[in-house]
């Protein structure tokens, strides 16, 4: 096999782990009242359960989605892996959770919760808080996938 592709199923399989191992337990166990109920403030500007026809296309289009964002930050790693490979472990966890969590979290060029600019631009009903919750959630998940990730690279 093509060791692009190996490389890209691997990341794609580690990057759909990850979520499914973080962010839906992190829904269940931190971030439903943000989305549901009477503290709810996700609904102001997302997408949630409780619009039952936008919910059901949402999901539909959520493994799409998350399939063609595992592609995006691979083929960046694409272009530094001749490089990436010859590092040690600890550098490679590094430049995978640095990439997702500060590039894709907080670095963001864009105003969403979790990010800089989401923290100087979304209403105040999305407080710090919520914006460190988010973050945390991302960096746990950078962690999973990059921990799933170099281990396929170990072991297939």
């Known amino acids: 096999m093509n060791p692009k592709i190996k490389i890209t199923i691997q990341f794609i399989f580690s990057h759909l782990l990850a979520y499914l191992f973080v962010s839906i337990p992190y829904f269940q166990l931190v971030m439903k009242g943000y989305y549901e109920g009477e503290s709810?403030?996700?609904p102001l500007f997302l997408i949630t359960s409780v619009d039952g026809a936008a919910w059901s296309r949402a999901m539909a289009w959520l493994l799409p989605a998350l399939v063609f964002q595992a592609i995006l930050i691979v083929s960046f790693i694409h272009l530094i892996w001749d490089w990436f490979r010859e590092q040690s472990f600890g550098k490679q966890m590094f430049v995978l959770v640095w990439m997702r969590t500060v590039l894709g979290?907080?670095?963001?060029?864009?105003?969403?919760?979790?990010?800089?600019?989401?923290?100087?631009?979304?209403?105040?009903?999305?407080?710090?808080?919520?914006?460190?919750?988010v973050l945390f959630e991302i960096f746990l998940q950078s962690l999973v996938q990059a921990?799933?990730?170099?281990w396929f690279m170990r072991k297939l």
């Open 40 to 42: 709810a403030v996700f």
């Open 105 to 133: 979290g907080l670095a963001a060029i864009s105003p969403a919760v979790g990010s800089v600019e989401g923290m100087v631009f979304m209403i105040s009903e999305i407080s710090v808080s919520i914006h460190l919750y």
């Open 147 to 150: 921990g799933i990730f170099l």
